[in-house]
Each structure stands twice: as C-alpha cells, then as structure tokens.
C-alpha cells in the first residue's frame, strides 16, 4: 500500500497553475494515478477537459512528454507511441524504462473513443489507458453521454414537462473492458484514494494492456459545491452505485463492501443534476434506479465469489 | 549499385520500397485496391525481414492516429491507404501536418463513395489536397517505387519536415503487373540515411508538449509557418531528385514534359493517363502535329508558376481532371492551372476534360478526340464548351 508520507515527497507530473476548475475530479485522478508511477512516462491525451486546461499554448502543465492527437484516438496515439518505443528498443537504440498512459474523459472513452480502445486493447500494447469518468460532455458544456446515470439532468438530457432528465442506464464500460479479456481492469475512486494508486501501480506494472475506470465529480456538471468533490466520491461508493472491483488475469475480486448500502437517494440528494428527480412524482423512476444498483451488486457479488 | 530489373505490380512495387527502407513503425489497414501492398509487407514482418514494428489496426482513423503518435515518439514511420480510407483519415492528415510529423503515404487512387466504387480516379486525394501533405502522383509501378523511397527524404528533411502521400492509380498500376528496375537494399539504405529525430516523445530528458490549444493568439501565426514550410519543399524535392538520378539514372522534376517545347496544344494529365497520352502523342507526331504532353508529379507544393511557364507558349490546351470538384469552376487541376496562367497575360486557349470517375476507361481514340479539339479551336479561335465530361453517356 502506497504511505502518504512517501508520496507527499514525488514531484507532480501534472504541475499547479492549470486551468481546470476548482474541485475538478480529473485533475486529483491524474495525480494519484501518475504518483503510482517509479518510471519515466509519456502521457496522452483525448480532446476534452483535462486537455484543453492543461496545455494552452504556449504553457503547459506536463513536466513528463505529452501528446494530445483528437478526441477519439488517445488508445491508438499512445499504441503508436509504444509501438515505436518496442520497434526502438529492439534495435538497441534506447534502453530506458518508459511507462506509457493515456487519459480520457467518458466522451473519449465510453463514446466516440470506444474503437479506437478496443483495437489497442485486443493488439495487446504495454499501456495504461485511464478514463476520467464525470458522467457527461463536460468541455463541452454538460451534454449526455453513454456514462450519464439515469434520471440525470444534462443540457442534452434536459428535464422537461414529460421528460425526466436521461432515459437510459450508464453503459457498463469496466465491464466491456473486462471482456476484452486483458491482464488488468479496474474501477477506483478517489475516495479510496490509496486502493485507487495501489490499482494505478498494478496498472502500470502488469505487462500489457491495463485499464482504469475513476469516477470523476464534476462540481460545475453535477450541480454540487467544489468542495464536495471527494464526499461525492465517497457517496458513490457507499450506495454501491460505483462499487470498487478489479479483474487480474480474469479473476474479480470485490475491493470494498460498505457495511451498510446507503440508498441512491444519499447520492442524489446533494447533486442538483437529480433535484427534479426528489420529487414524489418521480419517487417510482428513483425506486427502479434503486432496483438496478441492486442487482447490479448482486451480479458483481456472484461475478467477485461473495456468494 | 546494382539493379534488378522485375514484373510486378505496383502494389509489389510498392511493398518492395517498404521493405527496403525497413520503417521502424508501420501502421496500417486493408482497403481495396491498397490491400496487397500491406500483405506483401507483413510478409517481410513475418519473415524477419525487416525490423518494423507493425501495428494491425482496427481502422484507418486509429492508423493515422499511431502514425502520429509513433512519429512523434522519433522513428521512421510509413502506412498507406486509398479512397473512403483516406477519408477516414482525413481529420489526422491535418494534425500530422500542423505537427509537422515526417509520415510517409502511398495512396492507391480509387474513387470515394458513394455508390461505393473500387475502382480508380482522384477523388480520394484531391478532397486531401488541402491538408498540408507533400502530394506525388505517379504514372507507373517503376516511379511509385522511385517516389516512395524519394518521399522519405522528402519528409524527412530538416527544411521541410512534413508528411507526404504518394499516389499511384487503383488496379490499372496497382494490380497490373509492370516492369520495374529495383535499386539494390545497400542503394536504398544509403539513399534514405538515418532517421534523425526532431523532438521526439521518448527523449525524456526533454519533456515536450505535443498537441497544445493554440487559440487565435498563435494559430494563424502556426498556419502561415506551415504555408511557408510546404512551399519551401519545392527546392528540396528537386535536389532530391537530383540524388536519386545518380543512383538510378532516372530522371525526376516538378513534372514532365513530355515534345512539349516546339508543341502548339497540349494534354495536362496525371497517373498513368499520362502514359497513354505519350503512346498518342508519338502517333500523332509521326503524323506531323505538333502535340505534346505535361504530366505533373508534385501537385502540393503546386508549382504554378513552373507549370505555368511551361505552358505559356502554347495555343491551346486541355486540362484532365480524373475527379469532380462539385458545384467549382472545373477539377481540381484545371483551377490550378488556369488561376496560375493568369501570371503570364496571354494564356493559351483552354478546356477542361473531366474524365475516368469510378474507373472508366480513358483510350488512344479518347485522347486522339481531345487533340483534334484543340486543333479546332486554334483554327476557330473559339471554345464550344469549357467543362466537359468524357465518355460518359448523358
């Protein structure tokens, strides 16, 4: 386990001075992620939040290499990257260590991204690929996305007099990620932040492919004070709406169980994403959101060997 | 240097190239009629006749996509593509240009969809032209493979440092089996020399930002550097030339002139129409007309004033298009050509011949046709009909 006092002494890959927002989740999953790391490294980046904050010309927030290409191809940048880095080492023209990460947001991952992931997962490349997941299109102002939960309010998914917000359930990306069959996949929080840097050093250290879901508060997008970020975080675990799980070499294993599920509503309460939903006309549609957290507890239960 | 003369076809050609430049990344998707030549490559792959790391992507958009990242991490990096995988492609083309990233790309000309089509013309390529690559057409499979090993030169060179796209014609080259002269692999190792990185990823010592936002404070300052560094190609790709010449003895230009200096009209065309029109051109020169060829091979940088000069002493001429510029004023080469020729005050009479979409034939008597136009309206003074299409039934 990673002792805070020890990390506290690594310098920053991802500097202060950015521009992202106060509270913002991705920022706090880049550190904790790249505090894992012994290595050198060389980040990518899809288009979005973290991207444009980060590397405004002519500053940059990156003391290690950084590449950012488009939006739905940070997978298949970092797989060129890594590709040249083998071809290189093969011919004896570099030697050092070098660990290769690419981050995304649920845009560029669960979206538009999924292709270009999926191919470089299947290829097998020696990378971590992170995907910041705060649940919507936040760079471009709050659009839905295939990670938006349910009844979420988006300016896509808004609420309107016969339309409760998002209609669908969040796609199960860790999941999909899961069947592709590759030696390290993990969901995290920053909550747990040092389960969450413990995954991030499996990530790195697994030969091949690695892949990391953090669910990333968003104050401006969620609709929550900045300074509930890591109590949202901790929310989402505690009603098992974002429960803490890996899959190494095809093994589950349940990382977290809260002694007591908290219901959905603990969760929603706080987000102004969900104000119209807290309503006693809409108690029905919290009450299925309610059954699917549930059952999908129970499938990872059985999934992890918890009963 | 030796050289060894073969039948092959261009894709076979162009998979020989490959092989002897041995890329350290290679990043590429099968696509009609393109297909062979990464087959032919991964064979090498498989063989353990080249060192590349190759990368069997899911798509042409992520082939473009680790073009970029593997070029940027400092390597020698090269794939190939033709029409809706081009297409596909076309958001990364810019970026591998704006990042000035030193790619090469043979391009199988075939025609876009839709309706979905196989077969050769330039639509594919001319929709790219504005993407800020080195474009190089060429008429056969012997100056494919010339091109392509010149292109990583191109690419490469420190005054340039751009991606380039190499075209050759979808199955009429890519598939017909041609005579070709190969270098030897010690010629073509000399030739391309050691990649020289220009801050590559994977120095990390010198860590680098690649791919900032860059808003209206310095992109147009960006966008006039690389307006700058494309032209700047034009010297470089002929000195190349110049070198490639001594290894092969042959020559290389801007374009080709092909009994155009005491001509009186003249065909524009590129690919391998060009090598039909040259077989009309010696018929009908036999006969006593004045008649005469210009191929051009680099289309972006487009040498206008060169091309225009080359042309200013004649009476008429027709431009070929081999690709539609919906709702423009003529194809793509006949814009170029007739806005350069405004240098000049008196430009020579001119048509435009759009011709061969979806790999319609183009023959001797097509070509003799056009001639026998020109001739008509040198006597005539007059042109009937600016635009026209040929061989297609209206």
């Given at each position: ?110 979206d538009i991204g999924l292709q270009s992931l999926s191919g470089a997962l299947e290829r097998g490349h020696d990378f971590v690929y992170v995907c910041y997941d705060n649940e919507a299109y936040m760079n471009t102002g709050i659009q839905r996305s295939s990670a938006t939960p349910r009844g979420a309010w988006t300016t896509t998914t808004p609420c309107g007099e016969v339309i409760p917000g998002k209609t669908q359930y969040q796609k199960d990306l860790t999941g999909i990620i899961a069947a592709h069959k590759i030696p390290y996949v993990a969901q995290a929080s920053l909550w747990r932040w040092n389960d969450l840097i413990d995954k991030a050093h499996k990530a790195f250290y697994t030969k091949g492919p690695a892949f990391l879901n953090v669910l990333s508060p968003c104050p401006r997008g969620w609709r929550f004070p900045s300074e509930d970020t890591i109590k949202m975080a901790k929310l989402s675990v505690q009603t098992n709406f974002w429960p803490l799980y890996e899959v190494e070499n095809g093994k589950w294993k349940l990382n977290y169980k809260p002694k007591e599920r908290l219901p959905v509503t603990e969760w929603m309460g706080p987000q102004g994403r969900y104000k119209h939903l807290l309503t006693p006309e809409n108690k029905s549609l919290v009450e299925e959101i309610q059954q699917e957290i549930d059952d999908n507890w129970e499938r990872l239960l059985a999934l992890c060997g918890e009963k | 240097m030796s050289t060894k ?390």
């Open positions: 386990m990673a002792k805070l006092k020890e990390l506290t002494k690594k310098q920053d890959v991802l500097s202060p001075g950015h521009r992202l927002c106060a509270g913002c989740g991705a920022s706090i999953a880049v550190r904790q992620v790249l505090s894992a790391c012994d290595d050198p490294v060389v980040v990518a980046s899809a288009t979005g939040c973290l991207e444009v904050a980060t590397t405004i010309y002519p500053y940059t927030s990156w003391r290690s290499s950084f590449i950012h290409n488009a939006f739905e191809n940070a997978a298949a940048t970092i797989s060129g990257v890594e590709a040249m880095y083998q071809s290189l080492k093969k011919q004896g023209k570099i030697d050092k260590e070098i660990k290769f990460i690419s981050f995304g947001g649920d845009g560029g991952t669960y | 003369t073969v039948a092959i076809t261009g894709n076979g050609a162009a998979a020989y190239a490959f092989k002897q430049i041995n890329p350290d990344v290679v990043a590429a998707y099968p696509i009609t009629p393109q297909t062979d030549l990464v087959q032919s490559f991964s064979q090498y792959v498989a063989d353990g006749l080249v060192h590349t790391e190759l990368i069997t992507v899911e798509s042409e958009h992520s082939a473009m996509s680790a073009c970029v990242g593997a070029a940027a991490a400092g390597g020698r990096v090269m794939t190939a593509t033709s029409a809706n995988g081009l297409a596909l492609m076309f958001e990364i083309l810019y970026i591998a240009a704006s990042s000035k990233l030193p790619i090469v790309m043979p391009v199988v000309n075939r025609a876009l969809s839709g309706p979905i089509n196989i077969h050769c013309d330039h639509s594919d390529t001319m929709a790219a032209r504005d993407a800020g690559w080195i474009q190089i057409y060429s008429e056969n499979a012997q100056e494919a493979y010339d091109n392509i090993i010149q292109a990583v030169r191109i690419a490469e060179n420190m005054k340039v440092r751009l991606p380039v796209m190499v075209m050759y014609d979808g199955f009429i080259i890519s598939h017909g089996i041609d005579r070709v002269d190969f270098l030897d692999d010690t010629t073509v190792h000399d030739f391309v020399g050691k990649y020289q990185p220009n801050y590559p990823l994977l120095d990390i010592d010198k860590p680098l930002t690649f791919g900032p936002l860059d808003l209206y404070d310095y992109y147009f300052e960006h966008k006039r550097q690389q307006a700058e560094d494309i032209n700047n190609s034009k010297p470089v790709i002929l000195e190349i030339a110049k070198g490639f010449r001594e290894i092969s003895g042959r020559e290389y230009g801007l374009f080709e002139s092909y009994h155009l200096e005491d001509a009186e009209t003249a065909i524009v065309v590129l690919s391998s129409a060009a090598g039909t029109t040259k077989t009309v051109v010696d018929e009908l020169r036999g006969k006593g007309r004045k008649v005469g060829l210009l191929k051009p091979r680099i289309f972006r940088p487009f040498p206008y004033m060169e091309i225009a000069q080359a042309l200013s002493h004649l009476k008429a001429i027709a431009i070929l298009d081999r690709s539609v510029s919906f709702g423009g004023f003529g194809g793509p080469l006949f814009t170029e050509i007739r806005s350069a020729m405004m240098e000049f005050g008196k430009a020579p009479q001119n048509i435009n011949i759009i011709f061969g979409l979806g790999g319609r034939d183009i023959n001797q008597q097509d070509i003799t046709g056009i001639y026998d136009q020109l001739d008509e309206i040198v006597k005539s003074g007059k042109v009937k009909e600016r635009i026209q299409y040929l061989g297609v039934r209206e």
